[in-house]
Nanobody, 125 residues
Framework: VQLQASGGGLVQAGGSLRLSCTAS????????MGWFRQAPGKEREFVAA?????????RYADSVKGRFTISRDMAKNTVYLQMNDLKPEDTAVYYCAVTQILFMYAHEVSRYTNWGQGTLVTVSS
């Protein structure tokens, strides 16, 4: 499966962005989907994940709970990350990825097998 992420950009603190991740080659129904981010000089970290068979089953990093929402459109084979109330510490390259492991491990970077190219989000103060 190939992943294409888009939607990043420059936004002021308190603003919003919506990231998109479109898959080709295979359907999302085969995978749990995750969003991760990597800030300069830091390790890649988990942001959010959505279950492949139950869109209501989602997970979030504590740092984004209540501000970010992951969702999907199966007809478009696309997963979204709606980011509200953005903060300067949200600045990073955001990546989407897929995994077929148990959803309980969906927060673990090493469990993901295919990654998109990343999209840069910059939040100014």
């Amino acid at each position: 499966v190939q992943l294409q992420a888009s939607g990043g950009g420059l936004v002021q603190a308190g603003g919003s962005l919506r990231l998109s991740c479109t898959a080709s080659g295979r359907t999302f129904r085969d995978f749990h989907m995750g969003w991760f981010r990597q800030a300069p000089g830091k390790e890649r970290e988990f942001v959010a994940a959505i279950n492949r068979s139950n869109a209501a089953a989602t997970r979030y990093a504590d740092s984004v709970k209540g501000r970010f929402t992951i969702s999907r459109d199966m007809a478009k084979n696309t997963v979204y990350l709606q980011m509200n109330d953005l903060k300067p510490e949200d600045t990073a390259v955001y990546y989407c990825a897929v995994t077929q492991i148990l959803f309980m491990y969906a927060h673990e970077v090493s469990r993901y097998t295919n990654w998109g190219q990343g999209t840069l989000v910059t939040v100014s103060s």
